[in-house]
């Protein structure tokens, strides 16, 4: 019996679990089992929010480089008013290289083969956000969805589809009048808007994904510490009741040589 429950206790200190296999204990194994494997699902998960975060902050960083060159463009629309054709010439070429920015901004933005600002789709990105399992035992999959109606500036390769379409056509030179620069002012107005909106819903987005992320770990570290309580074996109380079963053990030796001696001093006396 004390070799049996020696043999136990090693093998509780040398793999740190008191439930290693289903016979030690089915009902523990089996849940901690199933919990490993979800575990595992949670990592995929979190690998996924860093993908997605990837894509939204990427997004959000062109997004705001944007908005500076549109402010910067709405400045220069202004001083072009009433300016000489000569001047509007000057400008023009300045606003040129602002418009070639916000394009090579938006059409750069690109993570992991994603580019949310120029782009032809017109579904939602999903990001894998949440791994659950019901008390039935079904699971299923959660997803963080980013619309992409309102936050793309061009379709693929910087063609026109997106919010900067109207803004991309501002010609100085070829309608310089002052009523033509107030139509483009009302253009670069309605950009920055809408520019403005979807630079904070990807703000948004990014934080969610943020907290999500936390979550996530959270919630895994949470699952690992469950399986731990489940299975994993007290090393300080195993190591205190191998030194008792080594002492038992060793006692019994004793015992048993300190009997042969005896036997055999007993025979003497018939010899």
């Known amino acids: ?29 089996s849940i ?19 993908l997605g975060a990837g894509k939204i902050d990427t997004a959000y960083t062109a997004m705001n480089d944007v908005l ?11 001083t072009a008013r009433g300016a000489s054709a000569e001047n509007q010439t000057k ?17 750069g933005a690109s993570y992991a083969g994603t580019n949310i600002l120029a782009t032809n789709d017109v579904g939602p990105i999903q990001i894998v956000a949440s791994y659950n399992r ?34 991309m056509l501002i010609d100085i030179v070829t309608n310089g009048t002052d009523a033509n620069i107030d139509a483009y002012l009302v253009d670069i107005e309605t950009a920055l808007s809408e520019m403005s909106t979807a630079a904070a819903n990807l703000g948004a987005a990014k934080t969610r994904l943020d907290l999500q992320k936390d ?14 309580q489940l299975v994993d074996a007290d ?30 001093s007993i025979l003497a006396l018939f010899k």
């Open 91 to 107: 400008i023009q070429a300045e606003i040129k290289i602002l418009l070639d920015q916000v394009k090579s901004s938006a059409t």
């Open 134 to 167: 019901s008390s039935a035992g079904a699971v299923s999959v959660g997803t963080i969805d980013i619309d992409l109606t309102d936050l793309k500036l061009f379709a693929a390769g910087g063609a026109p589809g997106g919010l900067a379409d109207d803004i």
């Open 68 to 78: 500076k060159a549109v402010d910067e463009i709405k400045a220069k629309l202004v």
């Open 215 to 228: 979550f996530v770990s959270n919630l895994t570290d949470s699952i690992e510490r469950g399986v731990g």
């Open 1 to 29: 019996m004390t070799n049996k429950s020696l043999d136990v206790v090693q093998g509780r200190i040398s793999t740190g679990y008191r439930v290693a296999e289903a016979s030690d204990n089915a009902a523990y194994w």
């Open 32 to 50: 901690a089992t199933t919990m490993r494997s979800d575990n595992k699902a949670l990592s995929a998960v979190q690998d996924a929010l860093g």
């Open 235 to 264: 090393m300080n109380e195993e190591s205190t009741r191998l030194q008792a079963l080594q002492v038992q053990q060793q006692l019994g030796i004793q015992s048993l040589s300190i009997a042969n001696q005896n036997a055999q």
